[in-house]
């Protein structure tokens, strides 16, 4: 997998999009907002692997090559009314292909979340999130894609059977000559207690071009804890089940809210 600043940019917007109790999810996003007049500041470490094999028929022999990323997070929010907030994310990414080293801050993401209404016996609750993705990056060093992308989420939460169950479907409105994306995940979380849970998830994306391997698709497994009344801990690993994900992120996360 080469590298893919758009593609890893919004995974990494989904990474610190998630604002819940004890939350356990490394994309799934819930209804919850910051409370109002709350600030909340977290910040992500995110680590991708891809190894690619490639038939050489000179050699008669594979060639392969190691892709890695490395993107550390801030993410600060706050509640604007008891249903809705808006945050600002920043990232430093480090990038290394195999044959370039590349590092600096990324694009700078603004977004929007503002929750309709809560979940009722039949109904699951519902909420809205809209994301900005500037062009502030140095886009000669690779680090930015110098195009304005817009994001738009619906997001979908129903507890069954003790399970929470957490739908996200996103559209992307890329800037420039690149295909717009649609997004989807799906996550269980259990609470274990009232401070851990656990939570299983797949996330996805499609340009509606080419079979399954040509686009991001990854199943999640992480845990949540709520260290302080205040301060939240969480880490997971992916592992992508199609050629164009990365065979595997590590992501740790801290949370203060305040």
Not at 39 to 67: A, C, H
Not at 134 to 139: C, D, G, K
Not at 210 to 215: K, L, Q
Request: charged share 25%; with cysteine; proline share 2%.
């Amino acid at each position: 997998m080469s590298v893919d600043m758009r593609r890893v940019f919004w995974l990494v917007l989904l990474l610190t999009a998630s604002v819940s109790e004890a939350r356990a999810s490394l994309f799934i996003d819930d209804i919850s907002t910051v409370n109002n007049g709350q600030w909340e500041l977290e910040f992500t470490g995110d680590y991708y692997k891809d190894v690619e094999k490639t038939y050489n028929p000179d050699t008669e022999e594979f060639d392969k090559s190691v892709s890695k990323e490395t993107w550390i997070t801030s993410w600060l929010a706050y509640g604007l009314t008891e249903r809705w907030d808006a945050s600002i994310t920043t990232a430093y990414s480090y990038l290394n292909d195999g044959s370039a080293k590349i590092n600096g801050f990324s694009d700078v993401g603004v977004s929007t979340k503002y929750r309709f209404w809560e979940e009722t016996k039949k109904l699951p609750a519902y909420a809205f999130w809209v994301d900005l993705k500037t062009r502030s990056a140095n886009e000669d060093k690779g680090l930015g894609t110098g195009e304005l992308d817009v994001g738009l989420t619906h997001i979908l939460s129903k507890e069954i059977a003790g399970f929470g169950c957490d739908l996200n479907l996103g559209y992307i409105f890329v800037g420039g000559k690149p295909k717009d994306i649609t997004t989807y995940s799906f996550g269980i979380t259990k609470g274990i207690g009232a401070k851990a849970g656990v939570c299983a998830e797949i996330y996805g994306e499609t340009i509606y071009e080419g079979d399954f391997d040509d686009n991001v698709f990854i199943l999640g497994l992480s845990a949540g804890y709520d260290l302080l009344e205040n301060v939240a801990l969480q880490a997971g690993v992916g592992a992508g089940l199609s050629k164009a994900s990365p065979d595997w992120q590590y992501s740790t996360r801290v949370t203060f809210a305040y």
